[in-house]
């Protein structure tokens, strides 16, 4: 590059940094890209103006304050006055995009759409073993739209609760529902700062109890296909009821659709006075982002979307979240 103090900056100098950081600002490919506007090249014969730099610059600080990145302080050149050199744009570009899954702030969490998140019913009978199926869908605009909302801080979260009454497992259940805690799904495996607090590709926070088989901490939206992933199971090992679980798998049905398939599992039991059924109860209402006051068995499937608080247009629209049980 012979972008140096003293030299006179050439159009392909400017359009490496141009292109370097247009892959994490605008389309970008894969886990790289927010979706935002591209910032325009300079032709090879062309002069690098006061506004080329100043959307760049502008674009930039936007960058480092999207992923919590400290970048050198610059003022845009303005028209009319000379150009100096600009320091340390092609390393505040490289720190900025090895940060590029982090988020200082998010959006405002949403909750499903459609369909219901609970069992209303009564759950099985006498010492027989059940299950019941929570299943999630949730849809983005575009294959990008999927991109942008991961790659910019979106994160998508399931809840568990219970607290219906009646039966003599009730309680065994309404206690193992809250072992779980939140799971929340990301996008890149990685560990990464969204709100500072730090998530890998699929994290549990506030969960505690039970025996946890499985987390798949290096499983997000970026490593799943389109056969299910199991990315959490839970064993409930409070006496006399053992042997209880709360599984999860997720599937990328297509690029932009994710299906979150949550299955509460009750063995046979066999023990004098043990009986399996438990109680149905009331679902939390469409748009709910927490159980709340409902009582039915429940896994509830919600959204924070990026931020747009750092500068960022929400290029990845609107997802929204529909919900069955069975």
Same mark, same amino acid.
């Given at each position: 590059m012979t972008y140096s103090s003293g030299g006179l900056i050439q159009a392909s100098d400017y359009n490496t940094f141009q292109t370097n950081l247009n892959a994490i600002w605008s389309t970008g490919t894969g886990d790289s890209g927010w979706g935002q506007t591209a910032i325009s090249a300079v032709s090879a014969s062309g002069v690098v103006t006061a506004t080329n730099w100043s959307t760049l610059v502008a674009n930039l600080a936007t960058s480092g304050s999207q992923t919590s990145t400290t =970048?050198?302080?610059?003022?845009?050149?303005? @028209?009319?006055t000379l150009i100096s050199i600009l320091a340390n /744009?092609?390393?505040d570009i490289t720190s900025c995009t090895t940060n590029r899954a982090n988020a200082a702030s998010t959006g405002t969490e949403v909750g499903y759409a459609s369909g219901t998140t609970s069992k209303t019913g009564t759950t099985g009978s006498g010492t027989a073993a059940w299950t019941i199926v929570f299943t999630h869908t949730v849809t983005f605009g575009s294959a990008d739209a999927t991109r942008y909302f991961f790659n910019a801080g979106g994160r998508i979260r399931l809840q568990f609760?219970?607290?219906?009454? #009646?039966?003599? !497992?009730d309680p065994d259940w309404n206690t193992f529902a809250g072992y779980p805690g939140s799971l929340y799904l990301t996008g890149i495996a990685g560990t990464k700062s969204i709100a500072g607090v730090s998530y890998? #590709?699929?994290?549990? !926070?506030?969960? @505690? #109890?039970?025996?946890?088989?499985? $987390?798949?901490?290096?499983?997000?939206?970026y490593a799943l296909t389109v056969s299910p992933t199991t990315i959490f199971l839970l064993t409930n090992t409070n006496a006399p009821y053992t042997g209880e679980t709360i599984g999860v798998t997720a599937t990328?049905?297509?690029?932009? /659709? $994710?299906? $979150?398939?949550?299955?509460?599992?009750?063995? %046979? =039991?066999s023990g004098a006075g043990q009986t399996n059924n438990i109680?149905?109860?009331?679902?939390?209402a %469409?748009?709910?982002?927490?159980?709340?006051?409902?009582?039915?068995?429940?896994t509830l499937c919600t959204y924070f979307p990026p931020s747009t608080a750092q500068g960022l247009s929400a290029s990845w629209g609107t997802p929204t979240i529909a919900a069955s049980v069975a």
């Amino acid at each position: 590059m012979t972008y140096s103090s003293g030299g006179l900056i050439q159009a392909s100098d400017y359009n490496t940094f141009q292109t370097n950081l247009n892959a994490i600002w605008s389309t970008g490919t894969g886990d790289s890209g927010w979706g935002q506007t591209a910032i325009s090249a300079v032709s090879a014969s062309g002069v690098v103006t006061a506004t080329n730099w100043s959307t760049l610059v502008a674009n930039l600080a936007t960058s480092g304050s999207q992923t919590s990145t400290t =970048v050198t302080s610059r003022s845009a050149p303005t @028209t009319g006055t000379l150009i100096s050199i600009l320091a340390n /744009v092609s390393a505040d570009i490289t720190s900025c995009t090895t940060n590029r899954a982090n988020a200082a702030s998010t959006g405002t969490e949403v909750g499903y759409a459609s369909g219901t998140t609970s069992k209303t019913g009564t759950t099985g009978s006498g010492t027989a073993a059940w299950t019941i199926v929570f299943t999630h869908t949730v849809t983005f605009g575009s294959a990008d739209a999927t991109r942008y909302f991961f790659n910019a801080g979106g994160r998508i979260r399931l809840q568990f609760g219970k607290s219906s009454t #009646g039966t003599d !497992i009730d309680p065994d259940w309404n206690t193992f529902a809250g072992y779980p805690g939140s799971l929340y799904l990301t996008g890149i495996a990685g560990t990464k700062s969204i709100a500072g607090v730090s998530y890998t #590709g699929t994290t549990r !926070i506030g969960g @505690t #109890g039970g025996t946890q088989t499985t $987390l798949s901490t290096a499983t997000g939206w970026y490593a799943l296909t389109v056969s299910p992933t199991t990315i959490f199971l839970l064993t409930n090992t409070n006496a006399p009821y053992t042997g209880e679980t709360i599984g999860v798998t997720a599937t990328a049905t297509s690029s932009t /659709v $994710l299906t $979150l398939t949550t299955t509460w599992t009750q063995p %046979v =039991v066999s023990g004098a006075g043990q009986t399996n059924n438990i109680s149905g109860g009331t679902a939390p209402a %469409v748009g709910a982002t927490s159980i709340g006051a409902a009582t039915a068995p429940t896994t509830l499937c919600t959204y924070f979307p990026p931020s747009t608080a750092q500068g960022l247009s929400a290029s990845w629209g609107t997802p929204t979240i529909a919900a069955s049980v069975a």
